[in-house]
């Protein structure tokens, strides 16, 4: 058994500080399951608690406050052959108790010690989730406002197989560790115990106090039966290897000559029901068809029952790296809802680009050339003129041909849809 305590970087908590106990505990617990340092990653936060990964020769991750169990989840999804250990104080679990939630009822196998010294010591001895209301704190009678969460209450409720209650100062504290990081699922141990440098300044606790406290209390140790089930991520394995494997995307022939060389963007303008982002979709397809790179932004509908009206596309030659469009080369306004809320594109642009301006709707005033799409005189519906407009691009010869529009066509739509988007894309070429 080899200890896996940093000899470059020993621990350096204040004098009587349960924290130190604790790491030396967990290390025990380490040695006696005969781990070595690259089978554990130990996973920290902000705080005392936060400064464990820096004691440890392991895989370590260090992240913002109350955020480790999302870390230590990644992790463990990605890595599940490694023992997952999470150190977080009261602090941290108060900041991320909705991270703790999710972690008891997803059942993946980490191991979470919560060095429980209620309240906030690194940064002033304020009030945390678990101070007592009795409690005098370094945030004046703040904590007398609010209940203190019982942390172990709180994870079985939430679905957490194994929970333990324990006292930093136990003369078993590493083999309750052990049993925790054995376990295969989330294991959470609630760890009381003292912060010397600013909790005990103003309030009487001592190990024997802990003690007293713990054996007042129902006792909560170990494997919670009701919550007992099947590990997160090995179930995980096993139904998503029980899935028929994904087919590989449909590769586009490049067929075409692309119509000029440079970086060409696009902006339709609609509202919720003209198939914009349908449109958008064939329009890059289009640019696949002659081997350009393409990319499309949709705008997200705030509500469920108003779809996007709003679609950003870039076809280019090169690599796209920035999507943003500040000044596009064309802008198609079918609605007058996407134009009321993109007015800021009107003022970008210059006498190279181009409106295609449909019936009805007002643009603001420019130098822009705009191209009037007559699709009412045409009888085309209101919910075709995303695509119509794009036979309109075709038929002036900008950016996308017909040939490359109709061939996009046939990869979106098949048998009578494709015949009648065929059909809307000749009407609109022969203007009948």
């Known amino acids: ?225 009701e919550n007992s089930r099947q590990e997160y991520g090995r179930q995980y394995r096993q139904l998503a290897g029980s899935l028929r494997p994904t087919a590989e995307p449909p590769a586009i022939e490049a067929r075409f000559q692309p119509l000029d060389s440079q970086r060409r963007e696009v902006i339709l303008l609609g509202s919720a029901g003209q198939r914009v982002i349908t449109a958008g979709e064939i329009f890059c397809l289009a640019g696949l068809t002659a081997g350009l790179k393409t990319t499309q932004k949709n705008e997200y509908n705030i509500t469920v029952l108003r779809g996007p009206s709003i679609s950003e596309l870039i076809l280019s030659p090169e690599e796209i790296n920035y999507t943003g469009i500040e000044a596009p080369d064309v802008v198609i306004a079918l609605d007058q809802e996407g134009v009321d809320r993109r007015r800021d594109v009107f003022r970008a642009l210059d006498g190279q680009s181009m409106i295609l301006q449909a019936d009805g709707v007002e643009v603001p005033p420019g130098n822009t050339r705009i191209h009037q799409m007559n699709l009412k005189s045409q009888k085309i519906k209101k919910p075709d003129w995303a695509l119509a407009s794009l036979g309109v691009i075709a038929k002036i010869g900008r950016i996308i041909s017909t040939e490359m529009l109709e061939a996009a066509l046939a990869i979106r739509f098949k048998d009578k849809m494709l015949e009648s988007s065929l059909e809307l894309i000749r009407k609109v070429e022969t203007g009948a």
């Open 1 to 225: 058994m080899v200890s896996l305590l940093n000899d470059s970087r020993p621990p350096v908590f204040c004098p009587g500080c349960s924290h130190e106990r604790i790491t030396r505990s967990l290390d025990d617990a380490f040695q006696k399951m005969d781990l070595s340092g690259g089978q554990i990653v130990i996973v920290s936060d902000i705080g005392c608690s936060g400064l464990f990964d820096t004691f440890f020769i392991t895989h370590a991750m260090h992240g913002l406050h109350g955020r480790a169990l999302t870390y230590a989840a990644g992790l463990k999804l990605a890595r599940p052959e490694l023992k997952v250990v999470v150190t977080m104080g009261d602090g941290g679990q108060g900041i991320g108790g909705a991270h703790l939630l999710a972690a008891c009822r997803r059942n993946l196998d980490i191991t979470l010690l919560i060095l429980n010294n209620f309240n906030f010591g690194m940064t002033g001895g304020q009030f945390s989730a678990t101070t007592p209301m009795d409690a005098r704190v370094g945030s004046a009678f703040l904590n007398q406002l609010e209940r203190p969460l019982d942390i172990c209450q709180v994870a079985r409720s939430a679905g957490a197989a194994y929970v333990t209650r324990c006292s930093g100062y136990g003369k078993d504290l590493a083999v309750e560790i052990q049993r925790a990081i054995e376990f295969e699922g989330f294991a959470v141990l609630d760890i009381w115990g003292i912060c010397p440098g600013r909790y005990t300044k103003k309030n009487r606790l001592t190990p024997k106090g802990i003690e007293e406290a713990l054996a007042k209390m129902d006792p909560i140790e170990g494997i919670v039966t």
